[in-house]
């Protein structure tokens, strides 16, 4: 089983009970968004529903979702991740996106 790292905002690390920044998950089968976030919500619960609507499994608005510096947030969810972030070599990263004006 394929381990993923995933960088998440501090805010999700401190609700999530104080991890550190990067978080190493087990993924079961392939590496895309949906798979790595499905294996983040069952390694710790608390996070289900921050990240992801509940229901529907789609994306927070202000949510981004970056792999190896590109930003993956409007792929599909079901579209393989690059072979770094799969092998562990570089991190999903998580980011609460700013808005304001």
């Given at each position: 089983?394929?381990?993923?790292?995933?960088?998440?905002?501090?805010?999700?690390r401190?609700?999530?009970?104080?991890?550190?920044?990067?978080?190493?998950?087990?993924?079961?089968?392939?590496?895309?968004?949906?798979?790595?976030?499905?294996?983040?919500?069952?390694?710790?619960?608390?996070?289900?529903?921050?990240?992801?609507?509940?229901?529907?499994?789609?994306?927070?608005?202000?949510?981004?979702?970056?792999?190896?510096?590109?930003?993956?947030?409007?792929?599909?969810?079901?579209?393989?991740?690059?072979?770094?972030?799969a092998?562990?070599?570089?991190?999903?990263?998580?980011?609460?996106?700013?808005?304001?004006?």
């Amino acid at each position: 089983m394929p381990i993923v790292r995933v960088e998440l905002p501090a805010h999700l690390r401190t609700l999530a009970g104080g991890l550190g920044r990067e978080v190493p998950v087990s993924v079961d089968g392939a590496v895309t968004q949906r798979s790595v976030l499905d294996a983040l919500e069952a390694a710790y619960p608390m996070l289900e529903g921050t990240i992801r609507d509940h229901s529907t499994k789609v994306r927070r608005p202000f949510m981004r979702f970056f792999a190896c510096m590109e930003d993956w947030s409007h792929r599909g969810l079901d579209e393989p991740l690059p072979k770094a972030i799969a092998e562990g070599r570089e991190p999903l990263m998580v980011v609460g996106a700013i808005a304001g004006g």
